[in-house]
């Protein structure tokens, strides 16, 4: 049986808020396989929680970027090619939306609320990509985006978010197109209902969890641990095969017409 071992391999994972965000489960699981890692943060209030993560892993780089400026994400790229002269896994696990367009009606979102959201969960990956790839060109890689079913259905209060999911899906697919001559590889991870900071900003989060929990066909949620466990397999030579997949991790319950 063939282990996961990315002793040689380096990752870069933005998103990670605290220990209970899905971020922090993939850099662990990652890390754990041997993986050299590096973290942004966006904002001090979240610096010490990455640092804090960073801090288990030797040489573990912790950077500060607002994907909405392109002068950080510059910056944190040209450091990676510095410090490590390549980049082998992108993590991105960055989504958000004014709280106000998460309570109303979806009808009532406004220009303003829509680019907000659609820039930092969706188009951000694509601007992150875009500054990867150059850092994969000799032997290839791995980009891996977090995901949720509300892009293909409706979920209430989720709103705009699920707009933005069904775009950041879309470029998925367009950017495994585009870079698997490259041997790059781009998937996503469609997460069922798990508590971490942004979610517990969904109005009725505990109500959709329950939910979840009873038509599932595992009938549970699911657990931090095994969407680390999902990108692991995604980020590994294991799944050298695979691209432009969306992996759903929900205990099953995206089969359900319920």
């Known amino acids: ?18 220990p209970r965000s899905l971020a922090w489960a993939i850099a662990e699981a990652l890390g754990q396989a041997g993986c050299h890692l590096a973290f942004t943060y966006q904002g001090e209030r979240l610096q010490q929680n990455v640092t804090s993560l ?15 400026s392109e002068d950080q994400v510059a910056g944190v790229f040209a450091r990676m090619r ?7 896994i992108l ?3 960055i989504a958000f939306a004014p709280r106000e367009a998460l309570e109303g009606a979806f009808l009532d979102t406004s220009l303003e609320q829509w680019r907000t959201a659609l820039e930092i969960s969706a188009y951000s990956f694509v601007h992150l990509a875009r500054a990867a790839a150059p850092l994969m060109e000799k032997r290839g890689g791995a980009m891996l985006a977090l995901t949720y079913l509300a892009s293909g259905r ?15 899906e879309h470029a998925v697919r367009q950017l495994a197109f585009e870079l698997g001559p490259q041997n ?25 969890a329950s939910h979840h929990r009873a038509k599932a066909p595992l009938r549970r949620n699911i657990e ?9 397999f995604l980020c590994s030579e294991m799944s050298s095969g695979v691209t432009g997949e969306i992996l759903f991790v929900d205990a099953g319950y995206n089969i359900m017409a319920v």
């Open 91 to 93: 993590v991105h696990s």
């Open 1 to 18: 049986m063939r282990k996961l071992d990315l002793t040689d391999k380096t990752a870069l994972v933005l998103g990670v808020a605290n």
């Open 54 to 68: 960073a801090s288990k892993f030797p040489r573990a780089p912790v950077m500060a970027c607002d994907v909405t």
């Open 184 to 208: 790059i590889r781009v998937n996503a991870i469609s997460a069922g209902p798990v508590a971490t900071l942004s979610a517990r900003g969904i109005s009725g989060f505990t109500a959709m």
């Open 82 to 88: 510095r410090e490590f002269g390549r980049l082998d």
């Open 224 to 232: 931090q641990r095994e969407v680390g466990d999902a990108a692991l």
């Open 154 to 168: 409706v979920v209430p209060n989720y709103n705009v978010m699920g707009s933005a999911k069904a775009a950041l």
